[in-house]
């Protein structure tokens, strides 16, 4: 029997004995009654021996409130010498130990929310993890939880627990903070003392700040069942049931504000300009923000010139700080810290190298291999917080890219040759992506954008007197692959930073680098540089090659294809006629570049006049192409545009508007609707709509067509002033003048600055121009802008050009509508007599000429 003497209702204000007086065994169970701030016993209860020396032993539970002590705790076995008794005299608040809030803090409010949620329970202990990169601002968020809720707890201790052994160190002060008596024990007394302590206490807080591995906090955890415990770390795996809160970047005005808070703490008049620049360049990670703010203010520079010395000096920059400022916690030092913690996972700093060359995101797995070390590093390196890893893809803070992409002698996870090989092995590996793939098969195309960011991170990281063969090839292929799909101007990029690395040697790959950049020069409406271009090809090509080789055979219908853009068909039509012929004895008929050449030749029949000839060439083109490639083969499909285009210049519409109808269809199903040459049918199926007589539904087109093709290719691309010109002739066919105007206007001002004077786009808009001012009575302006435009075309392309000859027919009809009929009908004699020579009875110019000279002369009777 156990007897407790004392009166249990005074405790608090007076001493109470509970003593054992008499041997046995006895479940015992003592309930005090709670007095605030005083010393009390809430709960005691367990099996007491009593007797034989024994007294006190193996009490299993009780619990102190407020700043009580108690003298057993969870699991711990304590010796009770004879009488137990509870002090009722008040006890001074431990001590509490936390970070002395520095800087500014920003947003987070969602974060700190999750916390609070986390930890508000039913009395047990409550836990929670933030994880997150370095740098990213777990300390931070712990210390301004604590901060808000300190009032909250009667005890709040932080300790930095990146290894067991601080852990142990920690807890030992925080012993000799409540017990300042065991400050003099060994270090485990101390640890123990700290664990019984907050074992038998419930309003405390412990934040352990950068925990290397979940497991290191095991053994705390399991010996207490009160109090709020916050652990920080960059691990975000391995936290068993624990509550997490995974910390990202700031938001971009968060992050603009913490710039500015941080610099105008000391430099109050701080011009900011490029603060938001400066923000998206660090990523908006809180540390960088801070270190970069603190650079500022202290050197007085804008955030301007702090991103021009990052472009120019990043090792120093990335390891700058202000003056006091902890130089352990820069954004290069945090991060060698984690990558020396994965030492023992080789691969981990490799794969990381690898992925700062890439784009921050969308990395597929794949780029980076299959094998098991592959797969260990990236868990490790996601462990950890330095990537983002999902099934298929992998992400990567830009700012850790960056650091990992500067070498520095003093960090072995950064040596300049690990880093140039990183550079290859990437290289490389997007090129083996792509090197299988076909860029003109539609099914290949998701590859090619997927790959795409990630050439042009390689490509803006780099500098071009580090690229290799290896860097050429990639550029090649995609440059092939963009040109395709109508971005010009970033194939004709490529093309040239991968000629660049060959200089002037004439071996086969830098002959069809030249090529490739000819055909996009061409592409884009740059005829001289294409021509000079593919001159230069072809001549290399026969005499490196030879003349039989499949690539000066291609070659030669390159040329063709330059001299018909340029309009030049007394060079373009036998070169046509000498590609196909060669093709055919070389490579045999069957043979892709025969197919080609087939094709194109079409092309030149119908640009030189033989109408009949191309619509014959082009049948044969089609059922070629049909029988080897197939119905929905890219050269199939254009093999069907040329037909039903020679159709419409031949006079059989009904026949070109139905195959344009059903080229459409055909097109956006294999290429998709934004694909150039699908765009390209939509303007052609306008204009037969329009031959046809169908002109308000051509209108309607035509609009829709110019609108996609300016949302899709941009304004300034060629198509986009093909599309223009044969809209704004859709409109003055419609007789809306007003818009016409406005089109022919915009056009012609677009195409002068884009193209120059004597581009064939440039020379249409400024026809279609005169046309319209025509057809709204201002005869004069038309005579006027057409004997400019025809002075130019004979100084710059010579009297009978294709286009001087259709310039020459139109200033004639503008002559007739001013009034100066003999003049005019004196130029459509010259001019009906240079066509028959030049282009021949039949040519579409020469019928027009002749169709304009006899409605002038009738009346239109």
Partial sequence: MVRVAGDLASAGRGPTRISALSSGRAW????????????????????????????????????????????????????????????????????????????VFVGRDDELARLESAVAGSGRVAVVAV???????????????????RDR?????????????????????????????TATAPLEQRVEAAVRWLAAHRDWLVVLDNLTAPTDADALLARVRTGTVVITSRRSTGWRGVPTVALDVLRPAEAEELLAGTVHADWPDADLDGARRLCAELGRLPLAVRQAGAYLAQNRITPTAYLDLLA?????????????????????????????????????????????????????????????????????????????????????????????????????HRRAEDITAARHAVTTSLYGVLIALDHETPKDWQVYDAVHPHVRALLDHGVPSDDTAWTAALLNSLGLFLQNQGDLATATAYFTRALGTFGSARDIDTVILRNNLARARLAAGDHES???????????????????????LVARTNLANTYLFA?????????????????????????????????????????????????????????????????????????????????????????????????ARDKVRVLGEDHPDTLTSEVNLAAAYREAGLVALAAVRHREVVAHIERVLGPDHPLAFAARNDLATTLLAAGDLRRAAACTAETLARARHRFG?????????????????????????????????????????????????????????????????????????????????????????????????????????
């Fill in 312 to 412: 120019r000096y990043p090792a120093r920059v990335f390891t700058a700080t202000g003056e006091g400022a902890d130089a352990q916690r820069t954004m290069a030092r945090v991060w060698r810290v984690t990558l020396d913690r994965l030492a023992d996972t080789p691969a981990a700093g490799r794969v990381l190298r690898e992925l700062a060359w890439y784009a921050p995101e969308g990395i597929h797995r794949a780029f980076l291999g299959d094998d098991v070390d592959v797969a260990d590093a990236l868990g490790r390196l996601a462990a950890y917080s330095m990537i983002r890893l999902g099934p298929h893809t992998v992400g990567v803070h830009r700012l850790v890219q960056a650091v990992t992409r500067t070498p520095d002698p003093g960090d072995p």
């Fill in 28 to 103: 015992v169970l003592v309930c005090l009654i709670s007095r605030p701030r005083w010393g009390l016993l809430v709960a005691w209860t367990g099996w007491w021996p009593v007797g034989g020396g024994d007294e006190g032993r193996a009490i299993q539970f009780g619990v102190a409130s407020g700043h009580a002590g108690v003298w057993q705790a969870g699991r711990d076995l304590v010796h009770v010498a004879g009488d137990l008794v509870v002090d009722g005299s008040p006890t001074l608040p431990p001590a509490s130990r936390i970070p002395v809030p520095t800087g």
């Fill in 567 to 663: 309009r030049n068909l007394e060079r373009a039509l036998p070169l046509y006629e000498t590609a196909l012929a060669e093709c055919r004895r070389v490579l045999g008929d069957d043979h892709s570049s025969t197919l080609e050449a087939r094709v194109n030749l079409v092309l030149g029949l119908r640009h030189s006049g033989d109408l009949a000839g191309a619509v014959r060439a082009g049948r044969e083109a089609v059922a070629e192409c049909v029988r080897v490639l197939g119905e929905d083969h890219l050269s199939t499909l254009t093999a069907r545009n040329n037909l039903a285009t020679a159709l419409l210049y031949a006079g059989r519409v009904r026949q070109a508007v139905r195959l344009f109808e059903e080229l």
């Fill in 131 to 149: 994880h997150g990169l370095g740098g990213v601002g777990k300390s931070t968020l712990a210390a301004r939880f604590a901060e808000l809720h």
């Fill in 757 to 861: 004077e004597t581009h064939p786009l440039t020379l249409t808009a400024l026809s279609n121009h005169a046309l319209v001012h025509g057809g709204g009575g201002d005869h004069t302006e038309a005579v006027e802008l057409l004997t400019a435009a025809r002075a130019t075309l004979e100084r710059d392309l010579g009297h009978d050009h294709p286009e001087t000859l259709t310039c020459r027919g139109n200033l004639a009809s503008a002559l007739w509508d001013v009034g100066q009929h003999e003049r005019a009908v004196a130029e459509f004699d010259a001019v009906i007599a240079d066509c028959d020579r030049v282009l021949g009875p039949d040519h579409p110019t020469t019928l027009t000429a002749r169709e304009n000279l006899r409605h002038a002369l009738t009346g239109g009777l």
């Fill in 153 to 181: 707890f009667e005890l709040v201790w932080w300790i930095t627990a990146d290894s067991p052994s601080a852990l142990d160190n920690g807890l030992a002060e925080l012993a000799v903070g409540v017990e300042p008596d």
């Fill in 530 to 552: 294409a021509i000079t271009g593919h001159e230069t090809v072809l001549a290399d090509a026969l005499e490196v090659l030879g003349p039989d080789h499949p690539f000066t």
